[in-house]
């Protein structure tokens, strides 16, 4: 594993795991960049192994979205796969349809009309004998300066109020409108 990490570029940075499905507002793509030793980053992470014989495969995707309120936002979905690459990329590629329906949000189209969409998978095979591990991740290196209160918030309310008194259901996070991702 820590091999892995090494040649993902994240083996001396300070991992957060990121869980569930949504990016923080601001969200944006950018390419790969060198991470300082000790650099604190959160990551969704996809992890498969394989021992003695097999394919393991590990996938992670993300798409830029709109609310029905017009709202930008981003989604995630990691997977790891006992299985082919192409096996993990159309399980995958599922899953972001089904986190976006249940959040009722419409994939964000280029001037082009082409979905704002990535996906990256990849995958090991063990001969006998041998074992191997496969990471695929989404690295958010400056996630922790955009996150914070005054963003659009979004409430599926059935009248019922939180003990803090704001009314239940999911919320978004305030961003600063630039941001500096890898994927």
């Known amino acids: 594993m820590d091999q ?17 499905a949504m990016l923080p507002i ?5 390419s790969p960049q060198d991470l300082p030793m000790g650099t604190l980053v959160e990551c969704h992470l ?26 930008e936002c981003a989604i995630v979905s990691t997977l790891s796969h006992p ?8 399980e995958l590629r599922r899953n972001l349809q089904r ?11 280029d001037d082009s009309g082409k979905a704002l969409f990535e996906c990256a998978v ?8 041998f074992h191997g591990v496969v990471l695929a991740a989404l690295i958010l290196p400056n ?3 955009i996150g914070g209160s005054g963003g659009p918030t979004r409430s599926r309310n059935l009248g019922v109020s939180s003990i803090g008194g704001s009314l ?16």
């Open 122 to 129: 990849d995958e090991i095979e063990a001969q006998e004998g």
């Open 83 to 90: 299985g082919s690459m192409e096996e993990c990329e159309a």
């Open 168 to 183: 239940g259901g999911p919320s978004g996070m305030s961003g600063s409108g630039t941001s500096d991702f890898g994927f």
């Open 46 to 71: 996809s992890k498969a192994t394989v021992h003695s014989s097999g394919i393991a495969s590990a996938g992670a995707a993300w798409a830029l979205c709109t609310t029905p309120e017009g709202d």
């Open 143 to 145: 996630s922790l300066n």
């Open 26 to 30: 601001g969200f944006e793509p950018d």
């Open 99 to 109: 986190k976006l329906g249940n959040r009722d949000l419409e994939l964000r189209k």
């Open 4 to 20: 892995a990490l090494v040649e993902l570029g994240l083996g001396d940075a300070r991992l957060i795991r990121g869980e569930g």
